[in-house]
């Protein structure tokens, strides 16, 4: 160990930082889940994320890599272990054309950000301070997901430091094997130093949130399911209902809605159906930069816990999933629950053509449940017992949406013919299984 720790002060010309030091409060623990890593570095430039690697396969201990550190499951923190912090490495440029280059510690309202003022945009989460690279590796379900596909789908080519401390280049035509398992196999495989993402150009768009009494949740779910099986793709949603924060059960359901341009006719022939499910309380829809779509993350106080779960559904199964989280929804105790559109675009994409192994879902959703851990654990029982009248009806598993990473997580994650062919690419470049800190892969 001390002999890994000399090589590393050598080599390493970022931030070392340890317990006791100044910085280190600030930087032990990712933004949902504590730690108190033993080593946090933070590489400023490719050549230093080499030297982090290797230092890690050396001294033996967990290795966590963070970018936006967002990860419901912790995945960018550890205890006794090490954390390398991708946040220096966020330079985000237009490289010719729509051609991005973008670095793994940058955020999605950084790349927003620089985009705008070019008329650009790429299909991303709908959070800010998310990290381009956690939410990337594992998918991408955002705003424009049913115009423009996954986050994953604009990936050109990446930049990823191997197991081995190796830089090499994933694209077509170079370690294609890689390449098809970075996109959706997550941080399996190696650090991604730096993605190049296609852009497309983009106008502001017609976003809000469109508001429903509670007492009219079975309706207005059915019904916005119902159109947006036939709803032109430039319409993305999200529905949303039992917030815990906003009266549980007696909370207003909650239609989010993107229509990804700026005609006003073809924005209102797309979402006045919705309109039409109920009874509005609320309807905020209005022309907004793209931009300004992705709002600002919540970080928890501290000792708040998020037990988040996720699941997918196919056409034959929604009014059968719809009508069980309704009736879970009106229960007191429910968990906050959000079903996002997805179809369109990322349908189109071939099944195999990378690691994201549910093309053709119609739905995805969540279930959230937060507070204090003795809280959490109460609820515990009751939370299965809901996923248990749920499981005939749905499928898989969304990464980004998950807490756990336990075996049967993974096995949602990855059937089991996407999981044996991502642990052949896992034994060729890490196949001494050091990035365990994801969903993990075990080499084949």
Do not use: C
């Not at 030091?21 to 504590?34: E, F, G, I, N, T």
């Not at 675009?345 to 449940?369: G, I, K």
């Not at 013919?417 to 994801?438: E, I, M, S, W």
């Amino acid at each position: 160990m001390s002999s890994a720790l000399e090589t590393l002060h050598r080599d390493f010309g970022g931030d070392i930082i340890e317990p006791g030091a100044a910085q280190y409060a600030s930087v032990r623990s990712s933004v949902l889940v504590p730690g108190s890593p033993a080593y946090v570095l933070r590489p400023k430039d490719v050549p230093d994320v080499q030297a982090a690697v290797r230092f890690a396969a050396a001294a033996g201990l967990p290795l966590s890599v963070r970018g936006g550190g967002h990860a419901f499951a912790g995945f960018g923190t550890n205890d006794d272990g090490i954390v390398i912090d991708l946040g220096n490495l966020a330079t985000v440029e237009l490289t010719g054309g729509h051609r991005v280059r973008i670095g793994g510690g940058a955020t999605w309202g950084q790349v927003a950000a620089v985009l705008a003022p070019h008329g650009l945009a790429i299909s991303s989460g709908d959070t800010k301070s998310v990290g381009v690279g956690g939410l990337t590796l594992s998918g991408g379900i955002g705003w424009k997901v049913r115009k423009y596909g996954l986050a994953l789908d604009s990936v050109l080519e990446a930049e990823v430091v191997t197991a081995a401390g190796d830089v090499v280049r994933a694209k077509a035509g170079e370690h294609p094997d890689l390449f098809w398992a970075i996109r959706g196999g997550g941080g399996n495989f190696g650090i991604v130093t730096a993605f190049e993402f296609a852009a497309h150009p983009t106008t502001d768009v017609f976003y809000g949130r469109i508001t429903f009494p509670a007492s009219e949740v079975t309706a207005v779910l059915h019904g916005w399911a119902d159109h947006l099986r036939t709803a032109p793709e430039e319409l993305t949603s999200i529905a949303s209902f039992a917030n815990p924060f906003a009266g549980g059960p007696d909370a207003p359901v909650e239609i989010h809605v993107v229509f990804d341009g700026d005609d006003a006719a073809l924005a209102a022939r797309a979402i006045d159906p919705i309109r039409g499910l109920g009874t509005v309380l609320d309807d905020d829809v209005a022309l907004t930069p793209y931009e300004d779509t992705l709002v600002d993350g919540v970080t928890p106080p501290p000792g708040i816990r998020l037990v988040t779960r996720s699941a997918f559904v196919d056409g034959a199964s929604v009014p059968d999933v719809l009508r069980i989280l309704a009736e879970v929804g009106a229960a007191p105790g429910s968990p906050f629950i959000a079903l996002r559109s997805v179809g369109g675009a990322v349908a189109r994409v071939p099944a195999d053509a990378t690691a994201y192994a549910h093309r053709r879902a119609e739905l995805m959703f969540a279930t959230t449940v937060a507070g204090p851990a003795p809280v959490v654990a109460a609820v515990g029982p009751a939370l299965e017992g809901i996923w248990h009248r749920l499981t005939p009806h749905v499928s898989g598993a969304y990464a980004n949406f998950l807490a756990s990473a336990t075996d049967d997580d993974v096995a949602a994650v990855y059937p089991a013919g996407t999981r044996q062919r991502l642990a052949a690419v896992k034994r060729r470049y890490d196949p001494g299984n050091l990035f365990t800190g994801n969903h993990n892969i075990r080499p084949l």
